[in-house]
């Protein structure tokens, strides 16, 4: 059972270049979240989908684009990719969104742009 | 708007003694807490969780203490070890949120 697998794990790109960050969960969770991570600033929330085919902005959501054509994938695009994005994504997905339920993240992917 | 923070930024610890992490938060309206451990290069892993109408919980090795009077949330981890050096967060979540808020983290280093 891999849980939440987040591919790739590094990456580096050039300004105003394009990527997607793919989220796989094979645990038929209903919610899934996708998140940055920066020195000192803790995890903010970029978007997250509350079932296959929603989605829902989050606290930083400008500057990149999801979807969820599929109950099981969760992914999040950076259509012109700038240094500002330079982070730690994290995904996490949930069974819900109510209590006692907690989130399942995959190891992260690395991004860096030049 | 509504925070979740953490009172200190690192903490070292001599191995074999407890370990306090502080949080304070201050949406009354938060009615479940969760703390997560993050070690290098990983996600975030569940430690352990509260509701608000709880004061205390405890699992192994660790004890979540509530004070809502002082929108205040503390993880204790006793017996440290080597392997509790981490990023600890907590988290929160308030009824009719679909997700959780997290604070900035408390770096644990436990000192041989």
């Known amino acids: 059972n891999a849980g939440v697998t987040q591919t790739p794990k590094f990456r580096v790109l050039k300004t105003g270049q394009s990527m997607t960050l793919l989220c796989a969960q094979d645990m038929n969770h209903e919610y899934m979240y996708w998140y940055r991570q920066d020195p000192g600033m803790g995890l903010r929330l970029i978007h997250y989908s509350v079932g296959e085919g929603t989605t829902a902005k989050g606290e930083v959501p400008d500057g990149y684009n999801v979807s969820r054509l599929k109950k099981q994938n969760f992914l999040l695009g950076l259509e012109s990719a700038a240094p500002s994005q330079t982070s730690v994504y994290f995904c996490?997905?949930?069974?819900?969104?109510?209590?006692?339920?907690?989130?399942?993240f995959g190891s992260g992917t690395r991004l860096t742009v030049v | 708007g509504e925070s979740v923070g953490l009172h200190l930024p690192t903490l070292s610890v001599q191995e074999g003694d407890n370990s306090i992490i502080n949080c304070a938060y201050s949406n009354s309206a938060s009615d479940y807490f969760i703390w997560y451990k993050q070690e290098s290069g990983k996600g975030p892993q569940f430690i352990i969780d509260?509701?608000?109408?709880?004061d205390k919980r405890q699992g192994q090795r660790v004890t979540v203490l509530l004070n809502k009077t002082v929108k205040h949330l503390s993880l204790q981890i006793a017996a440290t070890q080597p392997g509790d050096s981490a990023v600890y967060f907590c988290a929160e979540h308030y009824f009719g949120n679909e997700k959780l808020t997290f604070g900035t983290g408390t770096r644990l280093t436990i000192i041989p």
């Open positions: 509260i509701r608000s109408n709880m």
């Open positions: 996490a997905s949930s069974p819900r969104g109510t209590p006692n339920y907690g989130y399942t």
